[in-house]
Structure formats: structure tokens, C-alpha cells
């Protein structure tokens, strides 16, 4: 089986020796080259044609926002996982490189006290990726998993009954290459009758930042959730890193409550929190949706939603970054249906209605309420 050949473009020797080493003791990768600004870096994808590029943000001469550009620009498709720093300029940056083509991130090591803790960190969060976003058959690619065999043929679940406007709230998970689609989801979408709830794997920093580009670029309301926050019609609040996000039904309507529970999926947040709660809060009321991402965060999320007569839909495998999430929600017979990223807001739409819909008149909210 021929190995992962990666290059590695960053600006620091240091940075390109540590993972240089860590990616080299990896018997799946193999380190093919290294550039030390986004311009070396292109004429060396030129020359060596490597299966993924690792790459920084800040560079002289030619930096990593304006190198993914250039790639994508030229047609290249070619993996390109950026180098961030976990600081409020460096999320903004990473936010703008995923937007200009780059297909996830891995946050430099900070504050750890040695090379050897550097090391590890960088580990745990950059090989997974690079074995997700280049596929080998046979090698693992989510701690804890087992290599994937042949992929199971797609069931899709046999939709329930549901009265015109029975839907009270919409879920939405995503990871690597979700900040696009959640944004080219969003921005796709009418004005909903029901508010929308969003984990999308990010630290801290990260999540506030990515909530604040969505709502300056959309003509709905995004914020990062809050403890106790109620949800309203037609908002957007995304859970903030580090924090699971969990949907809750009072008095007061649906609101919002944020814990430091355990990680789930190696993950917090975690969509399976998410979904969860949502199916408790409102039962068949709900629609989840997952879209790209690495590991199976969702899927066990997903079984409560349905268990309790709510609907999950799944990003389709040719449109995701990484059809790891939505597959396997897919593979579990638990989607009703599973669609390009482009054709998800109109079935979403078609679902839930819109403000402008008769389907919610007072007579049609009132009738097809919470189950």
C-alpha cells in the first residue's frame, strides 16, 4: 500500500523539523518535502506532487491564505490542512483560509512546557486528519476506530408522518470542512419558522469568531450560544469551543445550557450532545442535520432523534470534505434522505416551511405542534 506523501510549508525551522519527525514516525506518511514560504511551497507541489500540504498561516513573501487561494484558483484540489494559532487574529486568519479553499486546520502547540508534549499534541490532531482527508484503504483514521471495510449500501429510512409545521427546532453538525458548508447552508436558507442550534468542532476563540463572520455575512441573527440563552425563531447559535451545547424545553420555551461534561467522540463539543437533548427537548419535533466531518460524531445523536419520530438528513458523500459524520449516519439507516450540500437548504425548506409560509398560519403552528 503506497504511503501519504505530505509536504510541509512553514516559515519556521523549528515547525517544519517537529512535524517533519512526528509525521516520519508514522508508517502510513511519508514527509516528500519542505517549503519555507507559500511560494516555495507552490513550486515544490509543482515538482513533488504530494498528496497533502501542511501549511502555515503567517509566511513571508507569499502567505498560507493567499498560497490555498492560488492553489484553488489553478484547479488544484490537493488537501491543505493550515497551521493556526490559538489567538483571536490567528482564528480570523485560519477562518479566511478555509474560506479561500483550505480543508481543515490543526492549532500550533502553546503554552505545553516541552517538545516532547509539542510533539503529541501536534500528533493527536494532525494524522487523524491527514488520514482522513487522504484515503487509504485499510488505515485508520479516528482514534478508537477499526479500518473501514467495504462501505455498507445506503438504506435510507422510510420517512414518518409529520403534520405541516409539526417541527419546533433544527440541529445542525458538522467538522472538518463544515465552517463552508454551514455557511453556504445558511446563507441558502429563507427565514425559518423554528430556531437552529449548531455544533461545529472548533477550540475556543475559533467558535466566537466563526459565529461573528456568519452573522455579518448572513440576513439572520448568529451568535455563540450563552448559558440559559432562549431560543428564538429563525436565530442561529452555534455552541462555543470547549463546551457542549445542550437544548432544553421550560417554561420560557427552548433554551440553551452549556456544560464541561466529558468529551464524547474525543470531542467538546460534541454533536451526539447536541442531537440528544434535542430529541428530550422536543421529541419527533426536531430535524437534525450532519453534514462533512471526520469520526462519527452525530450518529448516536441521530438514533434518539428518530427513536423519538424526528427526521435526520446527511450531507452526500461527492459533495463533503470528508464523508466520515454523515456516513456514518447514513450507513446506520437513520437518514431519510442524503443530499448534495446544494440541495439540502430546499429540502430543508420544504420541511420546515418559511415565515413567509401558509403553512405556519396560527391554525397550522397550533395543529402541528410538539408531539
Given at each position: 500500500?503506497?504511503?501519504i ?9 523549528v515547525?517544519?523539523k517537529?512535524?517533519s519527525d512526528?509525521?516520519?514516525?508514522d508508517p ?6 519542505t517549503a519555507v ?5 507552490l513550486?515544490?507541489?509543482?515538482l513533488?506532487k504530494?498528496?497533502l ?21 489553478s ?11 490559538l489567538?483571536?487574529?490567528g482564528?480570523?486568519?485560519t477562518?479566511?483560509?478555509?474560506a479561500?479553499?483550505?480543508?481543515d ?11 516532547g508534549?509539542s510533539?503529541e ?10 488520514k482522513s ?7 485508520v483514521?479516528t482514534?478508537g476506530a ?13 420517512p414518518?408522518?409529520?403534520?405541516a ?13 463544515g ?5 453556504t447552508?445558511?446563507?441558502?436558507l429563507p427565514p ?11 477550540p475556543?476563540?475559533?467558535?466566537t ?37 445542550e437544548?432544553?424545553?421550560?417554561k ?17 463539543p460534541?454533536?451526539?450532545?447536541l ?6 427537548a422536543?421529541g419527533?419535533?426536531v430535524?437534525?442535520?450532519v ?7 452525530g450518529a ?15 450531507q452526500?458523500?461527492h ?22 450540500l446544494?440541495?439540502l437548504?430546499?429540502e430543508?425548506t420544504r420541511r420546515l416551511?418559511h ?9 397550522n ?6 408531539r
Amino acid at each position: 500500500m503506497a504511503r501519504i506523501r505530505v509536504l510541509v510549508v512553514d516559515d519556521s525551522v523549528v515547525i517544519r523539523k517537529l512535524v517533519s519527525d512526528l509525521l516520519a514516525e508514522d508508517p502510513d506518511i511519508e514527509v516528500v518535502g519542505t517549503a519555507v514560504n507559500g511560494r516555495a511551497g507552490l513550486q515544490k507541489i509543482a515538482l513533488l506532487k504530494p498528496d497533502l500540504v501542511t501549511m502555515d498561516v503567517e509566511m513571508p513573501e507569499l502567505n498560507g491564505i493567499e498560497t490555498v487561494r492560488s492553489l484553488r484558483q489553478s484547479g488544484s484540489r490537493i488537501p491543505v490542512i493550515m497551521f493556526s494559532t490559538l489567538t483571536e487574529r490567528g482564528a480570523e486568519a485560519t477562518l479566511d483560509a478555509l474560506a479561500a479553499g483550505a480543508s481543515d486546520y490543526v492549532p500550533k502547540p502553546a503554552n505545553v512546557g516541552s517538545v516532547g508534549r509539542s510533539m503529541e499534541q501536534v500528533r493527536v490532531a494532525l494524522i487523524p486528519r491527514i488520514k482522513s482527508l487522504v484515503h487509504r484503504p485499510g488505515v485508520v483514521s479516528t482514534p478508537g476506530a477499526t479500518p473501514a471495510a467495504r462501505p455498507a449500501p445506503v438504506v435510507l429510512r422510510t420517512p414518518s408522518p409529520r403534520p405541516a409545521g409539526g417541527h419546533r427546532l433544527l440541529v445542525i453538525g458538522a467538522s472538518t470542512g463544515g465552517p463552508e458548508a454551514l455557511s453556504t447552508l445558511l446563507s441558502a436558507l429563507p427565514p425559518l419558522p423554528v430556531p437552529i442550534a449548531v455544533v461545529q468542532h472548533m477550540p475556543p476563540l475559533f467558535t466566537t469568531q466563526f459565529a461573528a463572520r456568519l452573522n455579518r455575512q448572513l440576513d439572520v441573527e448568529v451568535t455563540e450560544a450563552t448559558n440559559g440563552q432562549v431560543l428564538r425563531p429563525g436565530t442561529v447559535c452555534i455552541a462555543p469551543g470547549e463546551f457542549h451545547l445542550e437544548v432544553m424545553s421550560d417554561k420560557r420555551g427552548l433554551v440553551t445550557r452549556l456544560t464541561q461534561d466529558p468529551p464524547e467522540n474525543y470531542c467538546r463539543p460534541a454533536v451526539d450532545v447536541l442531537f440528544r437533548s434535542a430529541a428530550a427537548a422536543v421529541g419527533g419535533s426536531v430535524l437534525g442535520v450532519v453534514l462533512t466531518g471526520m469520526g462519527a460524531d452525530g450518529a448516536k445523536g441521530s438514533r434518539n432523534i428518530v427513536d423519538r419520530g424526528g427526521a435526520v438528513l446527511a450531507q452526500d458523500q461527492h459533495t463533503s470534505v470528508v464523508w466520515g459524520m454523515p456516513g456514518a449516519v447514513t450507513n446506520a439507516g437513520l437518514a431519510e434522505r442524503v443530499l448534495p450540500l446544494s440541495e439540502l437548504p430546499a429540502e430543508i425548506t420544504r420541511r420546515l416551511g418559511h415565515v413567509n409560509s401558509p403553512l405556519n398560519s396560527p391554525v397550522n403552528a397550533v395543529a402541528g405542534g410538539a408531539r
